[in-house]
């Protein structure tokens, strides 16, 4: 289920991205250098009382200025109200209500979206003060004065904005269709296949990078079984992200991988690996989804005999840290291979979907053991008392042990391997989590 999203908006200068960063609990001003995601500072995922969505961080709205970069500004606060299913409305309690925060609001009910009314710099705890009550002149209901800076407030902020949100709008599909999201760099061939596989042109195909603007589902049914393939816009190093439209089309494409179950991470066999692919790879991984990788454009490559395993060698180098990923070399243009994609799909959905009984995965975990000793530090040895599956998507294991800071990487990685080589899990990743306990 595609998580909801909550757009932060209002005039320059009243503390917008302070709230941003004191909702999300950091500071999310950098670009995360890591073999994973890449994080734009635009988005990040907030969770309250338990549940889990979008908050969406926008440049502050001049609807008078027409100035390029305010106007800039504007377009990108525009399109963030498009996409939200809430808006907060920021304004500042020190410059009072303005004619701007009129416009503003005026220009937020035209949108016929849920509206929150935040008034921020209220620094004093206790009775809000007067100056608050002339808001409610927007005409937007309750205005909740916070602190963006101390967090003063924020709680009862998100209790309204959690009110608005709806957690049960589902997919509306049954538990027999795979929901496959296409993923990758612009221009790889993702809506060609996704077109070849619906046997009409269902997307815009253009050479230029950027023609999918939104993610689009397309339904399958085949002999091979119930698909729903989720068309993404291309995800570019956040320096070639210059439209404010296309941040939207990163964030949406962000989130059809939550939304699937997995994940077709394309690449053009005419550039091969890239860092970005690592990144658009490393997110699909981090949120535990079954993954494919597949090379697209395969027909334009000049082969010999040997050219295919030579650059499966390459793809599992580059892949490195994501040692349990399939790949397949097809071409969206002719159509090559794209059946034996669809079973890729539903064996890749059925490993991550696994699920082991407690009984076996303690025989594998004694011969193991028995195997390779557990690892021990001045003269204390790690036991393992029993392991068990907790979850399935992805498949995720609980190790009870007597001391958790003896169970190194090394030793975790050599039982998931040893795991894998029983039970294959294969193109789906494999979350291993210590609980500590005593040795009775």
């Known amino acids: 289920m595609s998580k909801p999203i909550v757009a932060i908006v209002g005039r320059p200068n009243v503390g917008k991205s302070t709230l941003f960063n004191k909702l999300v609990g950091r500071r999310i001003a950098i670009v995360e250098d890591t073999p994973g995601v890449t994080r734009d500072r635009i988005y990040y995922e907030c969770e309250w009382r338990g549940k889990s969505f979008m908050l969406v961080d926008t440049g502050g709205i001049e609807p008078r200025e027409d100035t390029p970069m305010l106007a800039a500004m504007r377009k990108q606060a525009e399109i963030a109200i498009d996409h939200a299913d809430v808006i907060i409305l920021l304004t500042d309690i020190r410059a009072g209500l303005t004619a701007t925060d ?29 100056e608050l009550y002339e808001f409610y002149n927007l005409g937007l209901g309750e205005p909740y004065p916070v ?3 101390h967090g003063i407030g924020t709680g009862d902020l998100l209790d309204a904005v959690y009110e608005h949100l709806n957690f049960e709008d589902g997919d509306d599909y049954e538990a027999e269709y795979i929901k496959v999201a296409v993923i990758g760099k612009p221009n790889v061939g993702k809506s060609s296949l996704i077109n070849f596989i619906a046997g009409e042109p269902r997307m815009i195909v253009a050479d230029a990078p950027g023609t999918t603007r939104d993610a689009t589902d397309t339904v399958i049914e085949n002999e091979k079984g119930k698909f729903v393939f989720i068309d993404t816009a291309g995800i570019r190093r956040k320096a070639r992200v210059e439209e404010a439209i296309e ?32 990144k658009i790879a490393g997110y699909a991984h981090e949120q535990g989804k079954g993954c494919i990788v597949a090379l697209n454009k395969w027909d334009a490559v000049d082969k010999d005999g040997k050219t295919m395993q030579e650059m499966r060698k390459t793809l599992e180098h580059d892949f490195s840290f994501m040692s349990y990923v399939p790949f ?35 025989d594998l975990l004694g011969q193991a053991t028995a195997r390779v000793q557990p690892p021990s530090d001045k003269g204390k040895r790690l036991k393992i008392f029993y392991i068990t599956q907790a979850s399935t998507k992805p498949p995720t294991f609980v190790c009870f042990v007597n001391r958790a800071k003896l169970f190194h ?7 998931e391997n040893q795991i894998r080589q029983t039970f294959g899990l294969e193109g789906t990743p494999v979350r291993m989590i210590v609980r500590e306990r005593e040795d009775k």
């Open 147 to 149: 602190s963006s800076v």
């Open 247 to 278: 941040k939207y089309s990163v964030l949406r494409s962000y989130m059809a991988v939550d939304r699937a179950d997995v994940c077709v991470i394309m690449l053009d066999a005419t550039e091969g690996f890239t860092e970005q692919d690592s």
């Open 102 to 130: 009129a416009d503003v609001a005026a220009m937020l009910q035209k949108s016929g979206k849920s509206i929150v009314l935040c008034v921020n710099k209220c620094d004093s705890t206790g009775q809000p003060p007067a």
């Open 409 to 415: 990487f090394s030793y975790q990685r050599y039982l």
């Open 328 to 362: 397949i070399f097809i071409s969206a243009l002719t159509g090559q291979r794209v059946d034996s994609l669809f079973e890729l799909i539903t064996y890749v959905a059925g490993q991550n979907a696994m699920r082991i009984s407690t009984g076996t995965l303690n």
